[in-house]
């Protein structure tokens, strides 16, 4: 059988979908989601076998103005992932003004003629689908994508079209990772995201931003 892949970054300013998107593609949870900004650290690959074809997703941090260190190591993260990837999904909100960072993110995404899809994410959220229309013209002016999908992470609507279009760019060439692979993330990383994700979300008032998770020991329940 002729196989195809791609390497797929997923790129956006924070707080947009881009962890929800890929959970939603895999049908798994492997990347944590929070209403936080910046709650991506580093990057996460998701790999999607479907038949012939391989996308292998790498997930980033959200595109900002680094302020310190983890902002520093974060947007480093993105750059790389760009300089990696041969197709980028770029990500953005059904709604509102175009952000700075979009447009840093588009000028470097130009520089590299990088082939792009933008996923128009949140679309359940719209109450007049003009916005929508709106929001797609103004990008559409801003770089020439491969395809616009307008879709929702959380209802799922359109998420097969995405990943038809995506598959759409998929080259001739070989798997890059055994049919069976999620994720490149241990379970004790993932658990340890987990956790963090769970004091995000409760403990926002109390407890910085800034805080990280790590595991000593895990053992597996007896069934
Ligand atoms: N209503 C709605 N909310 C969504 C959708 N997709 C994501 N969200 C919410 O938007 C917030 C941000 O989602 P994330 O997936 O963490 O966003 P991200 O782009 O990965 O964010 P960073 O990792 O911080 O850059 C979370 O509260 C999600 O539940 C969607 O399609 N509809
Ligand atoms: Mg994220």
Redesign the pocket.
């Known amino acids: 059988m002729s196989t195809k892949s791609a390497f797929v970054s997923i790129i956006?300013?924070?707080?947009?979908?881009?962890?929800?998107?890929l959970n939603t593609v895999l049908g798994e949870k492997i990347?944590?989601?929070?209403?936080?900004?910046?709650?991506?650290r580093t990057r996460i690959m998701g790999v999607l076998t479907d038949n012939d074809v391989q996308l292998v997703f790498t997930?980033t941090?959200?595109y900002f103005k680094p302020k310190n260190k983890l902002g520093q190591q974060m947007v480093a993260a993105v750059g790389e992932s760009l300089s990696a990837g041969d197709v980028c999904l770029f990500?953005t909100e059904s709604k509102g003004k175009l952000k700075p960072g979009e447009e840093e993110l588009l000028a470097k995404l130009a520089a590299r003629k990088a082939r792009v899809i933008l996923a128009v994410?949140?679309?359940?959220?719209l109450e007049d689908k003009s916005e929508l229309l709106q929001r797609i013209a103004l990008f559409a002016s801003l770089y020439d994508f491969e395809a616009v999908v307008p879709?929702?992470?959380?209802?799922g609507e359109n998420i097969c079209e995405l990943v038809s279009e995506l598959k759409k760019l998929a080259e001739e060439g070989p798997f890059y990772f055994p049919e069976d692979t999620l994720t490149d993330q241990p379970e004790k990383v993932i658990a340890a995201e987990i956790i963090r994700e769970k004091m995000l979300r409760l403990l926002s008032k109390e407890v910085p931003h800034g805080v990280a998770v790590s595991i000593e020991t895990m053992r597996e329940r007896p069934s």
Request: positive net charge; glycine residues 8%; aromatic residues 0%.
């Open positions: 956006g300013v924070p707080n947009v979908g881009k962890s929800s998107i990347a944590i989601t929070s209403s936080k900004p910046q709650t991506t997930d941090p959200g990500v994410n949140k679309i359940d959220m879709v929702s992470a959380t209802t």
